[in-house]
């Protein structure tokens, strides 16, 4: 990832989630992230943006992935693995 | 419900899926004794690594992982969300992948897989309603390229990002086509 894509990474989420928010109509949409995978956790400036951004929207979560797979398109194990915990996420957001 | 937007980094599996990985994991899951269930799967995890992609991923192998990825699985088989029908599309969930129509997951996008696969079904045993996945996912596609924002666009001038344009229409055409 460039400098400047790291350096506007959080801005460009924050920005991107206020989008389909509009798009749906819906300012309240949950919205579940998942965290950048093992193989790019070296990019501090990345994982703590998604974390800022988590942390200042009160209808967004992070799903933690930094246990699983470190190929960087995960293995299908950690696919199915994952799939359940966006569903708990999801479940945590919504009344 | 309509739409749940994956964002998120492209999964092209299929290949995982046809070269018998899902085939074995499932015959061992289903048929394994339980004694030697975990030390089955840890072999299949493994066994992935050492040959996905000509040896390439054989550099992210780890038997750490492969031993709680093994567990996970375990678990998921017992809360009732891995069962044998993981292996075939559920009748009742519709997708959207390439084109931009709904359409039944069995008949247009339920080969390849991410975790929306997982995430399906476990909507499907989870919640009462009506479900339609949107995904648009590209390998390495950034949000400061891909998925930029108008915002940003305007601001950098850059083009609005075809991944961010893409899921945009998609959830369009989810709006338009949804099922009640």
């Known amino acids: ?9 959080k801005q ?10 509009t798009q749906a109509s819906n300012p309240n949409l949950p919205v579940v992230i998942v965290e950048i995978g093992y193989w790019a956790q070296t990019l501090n400036q990345v994982m703590q943006a998604q974390q800022d951004v988590v942390n200042a929207d009160s209808h967004a979560i992070l799903v933690t992935t930094d246990d699983l797979s470190r190929y960087y398109h995960y293995d299908p194990a950690a696919h199915l693995i994952m799939g359940e915990r966006i569903g708990l996420a999801l479940d945590a957001l919504l009344p | 419900m309509c739409p749940i937007g994956l964002y998120g980094r492209a999964v092209q599996h299929g290949r995982a899926h046809r070269n018998g990985f899902f085939n074995n ?4 899951l289903f048929t394994a004794p339980n004694d030697t269930l975990q030390s089955r799967l840890e072999f299949r995890i493994n066994d992935w690594y050492e040959n996905y992609d000509e040896r390439y991923a054989n550099y992210a192998a ?6 709680l990825e093994a567990s996970e699985l375990i678990r998921l088989k017992e809360n009732g969300l891995i069962t044998e029908q993981l292996l075939s599309p ?3 969930v519709w997708c959207s992948i390439n084109n931009t129509d709904l359409s039944l997951l069995s008949d247009n996008c339920g080969y390849e897989f991410g ?4 995430f399906g079904h476990y909507l499907s045993i989870n919640s009462a309603q009506p479900t339609s996945l949107i995904k648009v996912a590209k390998g390495g596609s950034t949000l400061h390229t891909d998925w930029l924002n ?29 099922r009640r």
């Open chain 2, 150 to 178: 108008p915002t940003a666009a305007a601001k950098q001038a850059k083009a609005v990002g075809p991944q961010y344009t893409q899921l945009i229409e998609r959830m369009n055409t989810c709006k338009r086509t949804q």
């Open chain 1, 1 to 9: 990832m460039s400098e400047d894509g790291a350096a506007n990474y």
């Open chain 2, 25 to 28: 994991l499932y015959s061992d």
């Open chain 2, 90 to 92: 559920l009748n009742d």
């Open chain 1, 12 to 21: 460009n989420l924050k920005d991107l989630i206020q989008y389909v928010r």
């Open chain 2, 115 to 118: 975790p929306e696969l997982a």
């Open chain 2, 62 to 67: 780890s038997a750490e992982v492969a031993a």
